[in-house]
């Protein structure tokens, strides 16, 4: 099975199983959200469901557009029932690591208002430690005048590699759709708590979000290479 077959099967059954008639439903956003939305279109046509769909990105919006859905804003439905989205890494805790695509802070606000948050990925996104598979570090959206100074600060408190992500087909870098700049943190230690660690880089001026999303995910299902769905689910403490 490749890996756009596993994505679909994922994101196939967290539909499946999270979308219900009547509920406000947040839209993530990547490559494997595709095939949610469309599932979700699927389910609509043929069950005659209402649903309203909340976007968390451009690419988000055209896909819910595109596949005729009743698209909503946050100022009218600020109570999300379900947001499903990708990621680009989870770790055995749940943590993720959000924003290979640029668009972790309108994903974060989506999640933050919903009453549960869904990834769906591949195998390839089911780590044990944050960096074990995905290498391109920590997204940090943050304000453009500011983005030396915070590189510097990020790197005298946790060291790594920190760079200032180059757009594609643009001279310069990636503006995200809020007019920010992103920087990759390429992180040395596997080991930090990231929740200590997200506190206090949101803290540093300048910095408006950053992709760790801690403590936000109830559940994820990961597409295996053999067509099954490996579920994981919060452990309640």
Same mark, same amino acid.
């Given at each position: 099975?490749?890996?756009?077959?596993?994505?679909?099967? @994922?994101?196939?059954?967290?539909?499946?199983?999270?979308?219900?008639? /009547?509920? !406000?439903?947040?839209?993530?956003?990547?490559?494997?959200?595709?095939?949610?939305?469309?599932?979700?279109?699927?389910?609509?046509?043929?069950?005659?469901?209402?649903?309203?769909?909340? =976007?968390?990105?451009?690419?988000?919006?055209?896909?819910?557009?595109?596949?005729? *859905?009743?698209?909503?804003?946050?100022?009218?439905? =600020?109570?999300?029932?379900?947001? !499903?989205?990708?990621?680009?890494?989870?770790?055995?805790?749940?943590?993720?690591?959000?924003?290979?695509?640029?668009? *972790?802070?309108?994903?974060?606000?989506?999640?933050?208002?919903?009453?549960?948050?869904?990834?769906?990925?591949?195998?390839?996104?089911?780590?044990?430690?944050?960096?074990?598979?995905?290498?391109?570090?920590?997204?940090?959206?943050?304000? +453009?005048?500011?983005?030396? +100074?915070?590189?510097?600060?990020?790197?005298?408190?946790?060291?790594?590699?920190?760079?200032?992500?180059? @757009?594609?087909?643009?001279?310069? =870098?990636?503006?995200?759709?809020?007019?920010?700049?992103?920087?990759?943190?390429?992180?040395?230690?596997?080991?930090?708590?990231?929740?200590?660690? /997200?506190?206090?880089?949101?803290? !540093? +001026?300048?910095?408006?979000?950053?992709?760790?999303?801690? /403590?936000?995910?109830?559940?994820?299902?990961?597409?295996? =290479?053999?067509?099954?769905?490996?579920?994981?689910?919060?452990?309640?403490?």
């Amino acid at each position: 099975m490749s890996l756009e077959q596993a994505k679909q099967v @994922a994101a196939y059954q967290a539909v499946d199983q999270f979308v219900t008639n /009547n509920c !406000i439903f947040g839209v993530g956003s990547g490559s494997t959200v595709v095939y949610a939305v469309q599932r979700l279109a699927e389910r609509v046509e043929s069950e005659k469901l209402k649903v309203t769909c909340i =976007p968390t990105s451009f690419q988000a919006k055209q896909l819910i557009i595109k596949h005729g *859905l009743n698209l909503g804003e946050l100022e009218t439905n =600020p109570n999300i029932d379900v947001t !499903i989205d990708g990621a680009d890494e989870v770790d055995s805790n749940m943590t993720l690591i959000k924003g290979g695509g640029g668009c *972790l802070l309108q994903e974060k606000i989506i999640a933050s208002c919903s009453k549960k948050l869904i990834v769906i990925a591949d195998y390839t996104k089911d780590s044990v430690k944050l960096g074990d598979r995905y290498k391109k570090g920590v997204p940090i959206e943050v304000v +453009p005048m500011a983005y030396v +100074p915070i590189k510097n600060k990020i790197i005298s408190l946790y060291g790594g590699e920190i760079k200032l992500r180059s @757009a594609v087909a643009k001279a310069g =870098p990636v503006v995200t759709d809020n007019g920010n700049f992103i920087l990759d943190w390429m992180f040395a230690n596997q080991n930090l708590d990231w929740e200590k660690v /997200n506190n206090t880089i949101k803290l !540093i +001026p300048g910095v408006v979000e950053t992709g760790l999303f801690v /403590n936000m995910c109830c559940k994820a299902y990961f597409g295996q =290479p053999e067509g099954n769905v490996v579920e994981r689910s919060v452990i309640e403490k």
